[in-house]
C-alpha cells in the first residue's frame, strides 16, 4: 500500500485559530493512524499581509500542540523556480496561454455574463491568439467547455462540477505572482500529497485543482472537505463565540491534549467516547466517523473536557505546565515531592491550569505573607476559636508524622476536650492556614503543608485574634 502524505499549508497572515488548528490536527492524527508522513508547508505568496510574525505564532502553537511534523517547514515564497517550470510546461503542452486583457476589459465581460443571467466570467478572448508573454500578460489556463468534473470526496461523496461554468481562470499574474490555485496543486504534486483533508470553505477551489492535475498528467490525491467549526448562533466562528488563537488556550491554563481531544470531537466520532488520550486518538482516528454537518464550538464543553485531563494527567506530569501560571504570581516552584503534592490535592478541583496556580499560592507563600479574607476573618477568627487553635497548635507540634490518621487523631482529641464539632475548628484553622475558607480537605492541607508551615501560621492566626481581643 502507497505510504500515505498529508499535509497541512497555513497562511502566516495571523495567529493560528481552532478552526485551522483542527484542520491540522486530523492531518497530523490521520497520517499517525496510517503510519505516514505529515509535510507542513507555509503559503506565504501573499507578501503584503504575510510576517514573520504570524509565522513563528504557528509554529509556537504548532509545538505546544505537540504537532510534529516529518517534512518541511516549505515557503511557497522559495519556490518561485519550481512554480516557473511548471507554469512553462502547461504553456508548451497548449493547457494555458498568456492573456493581454485590461480589467476594465474583464469587468465589462463580467457584467455582460451577468446581464444575459450567466456567472461573472472570462469569455476567452485571448484563448486562441497564441501571444507571447509580455509585460502586462497573465497566464491563464485553458479549461474545457464541455462535460463535468467529478471531485470525488471521501467525506461529502461525489460533487459534480459543469465545465461550462468554470472560465479561464488566472495561474500567474502580470508581475509574475503565481496564484492560489496553481501552487497549491504543483507542492502537492512535488511533495507526494496524496491525502488532503482541508475545510469544506475549499470545495469550490478543488475543480479548477482537479483540472490542474490532469493537465500535468500527475496523480490525483484523495480529498476529504471537512464541515466548518460554527458558533453557538450556527455562524462563522469568531472570538465573540469564545474561539481564540490556539496560544491564547495556551495562556489561559488549557492543556494541549484537551484541546486536541475538544477540536478532533468537533465533527468526529468514535461511539460515545468523549474523552480521549493522544495515543487513543492515533489509535482509533479515521476518516469514515467524520460528519458532514458542522460543528458546534461550545467553550464549556471545552472547558469540561479540560478538567478530566487535568484529572487525568499525573501530577509530575503537570508541574512544568504550572510553573509559568505560579511565576506570574511571584512564585517559582521546584519539580519535587512537595508540588506534586500540592498538584495532586488540586487536580479533582481544577478546570485551568491558571485556576489549580490561584489555589496552589496559599502551600508557596511565605507564613508571613498568608494574608485573610476580611469577610471570613470576621466570621471566624474570634475570641472564641483562640482555645481550641492554641491546644491544636500544641498537640500538633509535638506530633512527629503528619499521616492521615494522625491528624484525625489530633482533631478527636481537641474536639473530645473543647465539646466542639469538627467543622467549628476546622473553619477557623483552615483560614489561619490558607487565608481562605475554600480549600481542599483540612487533613490533606496539614500533611502537605507541615509543621514549619502550620506551626507558624496558627500562631499567627493566634496573634491576630489576641490583638482583637486586646
Known amino acids: 500500500m502507497e505510504q500515505i502524505i498529508t499535509r497541512f499549508p497555513p497562511s502566516p497572515t495571523g495567529y493560528l485559530h481552532v478552526g485551522g488548528a483542527r484542520t491540522a490536527i486530523f492531518n497530523w492524527l490521520y497520517a499517525r493512524h496510517m503510519n505516514g508522513r505529515f509535510v507542513l508547508r507555509i503559503e506565504d505568496t501573499d507578501t503584503q499581509r504575510s510576517t514573520q510574525a504570524s509565522v513563528d505564532a504557528i509554529f509556537d502553537a504548532l509545538q505546544w500542540l505537540d504537532i510534529d511534523w516529518d517534512e518541511g517547514p516549505y515557503f511557497q515564497t522559495q519556490r518561485f523556480d519550481i512554480y516557473n517550470e511548471y507554469l512553462k510546461k502547461l504553456i508548451d503542452s497548449g493547457h494555458a496561454y498568456y492573456c493581454t486583457c485590461s480589467p476594465q ?50 467525506i461529502k461523496g461525489n460533487i459534480v462540477f459543469q465545465n ?14 503565481p496564484t ?17 483533508i482541508r475545510g469544506d470553505d475549499h470545495v469550490m477551489n478543488t475543480p479548477k485543482q482537479l483540472l490542474l492535475y490532469h493537465a500535468l498528467q500527475a496523480p490525483l490525491p484523495t480529498f476529504g472537505h ?32 484537551a484541546l486536541v481531544n475538544y477540536l478532533v470531537r468537533l465533527g468526529w466520532s468514535h461511539g460515545d467516547q468523549e474523552f480521549f488520550t493522544r495515543d487513543e486518538l ?14 458546534i464550538f461550545d467553550p464549556d464543553k471545552l472547558l469540561a473536557l479540560n478538567a478530566e485531563h487535568i484529572k487525568a494527567t499525573p501530577p509530575a506530569n503537570l508541574v512544568a505546565p504550572l510553573a509559568p501560571f505560579l511565576k506570574d504570581c511571584g512564585i517559582e516552584i521546584k519539580d519535587d515531592d512537595y508540588s506534586r503534592h500540592v498538584i495532586e490535592t488540586l487536580t479533582p478541583r481544577s478546570k485551568t491550569l491558571e485556576e489549580m496556580a490561584q489555589a496552589a499560592l496559599f502551600f508557596y507563600l511565605e507564613n508571613i505573607n498568608i494574608t485573610y479574607d476580611e469577610k471570613a476573618a470576621r466570621k471566624f477568627l474570634k475570641p472564641a476559636a483562640l482555645a481550641p487553635m492554641r491546644l491544636l497548635k500544641e498537640k500538633l507540634g509535638t506530633l512527629a508524622n503528619y499521616s492521615q490518621e494522625n491528624l484525625e487523631d489530633v482533631f478527636k482529641n481537641v474536639m473530645d476536650q473543647t465539646g466542639l464539632k469538627l467543622g467549628k475548628i476546622a473553619q477557623p484553622v ?41
Open 180 to 196: 492560489y490555485n496553481f501552487v497549491v496543486v504543483v507542492d502537492d504534486i512535488t511533495m507526494n500529497i496524496n491525502m488532503i
Open 226 to 257: 471537512v464541515p466548518m467549526v460554527l458558533g453557538s448562533d450556527r455562524s462563522r466562528l469568531s472570538k465573540r463565540h469564545g474561539a481564540m488563537s490556539v496560544t491564547a488556550y495556551r495562556d489561559m491554563g488549557f492543556l494541549p491534549d
Open 430 to 470: 483552615r483560614l489561619a492556614l490558607t487565608g481562605r475558607t475554600a480549600s481542599p480537605g483540612i487533613f490533606e492541607i496539614i500533611a502537605i503543608l507541615g509543621p514549619e508551615r502550620v506551626i507558624p501560621r496558627l500562631e499567627k492566626a493566634i496573634q491576630f485574634i489576641e490583638g482583637l481581643e486586646g
Open 105 to 154: 476589459q474583464i469587468d465589462v465581460m463580467r457584467r455582460q455574463a451577468m446581464a444575459s443571467g450567466e456567472k461573472p466570467r472570462y469569455d476567452g478572448t485571448c484563448r486562441e491568439k497564441g501571444l507571447q508573454q509580455t509585460e502586462n500578460a497573465v497566464i491563464r489556463f485553458k479549461a474545457p467547455l464541455s462535460g463535468t468534473t467529478v471531485v470525488e470526496d471521501v
Open 164 to 177: 461550462n461554468e468554470l472560465d479561464d481562470f488566472v495561474i500567474c499574474r502580470s508581475e509574475g505572482t
Open 282 to 295: 492515533i489509535s482509533v482516528f479515521d476518516l469514515k466517523n467524520i460528519g458532514r454537518s458542522a460543528g
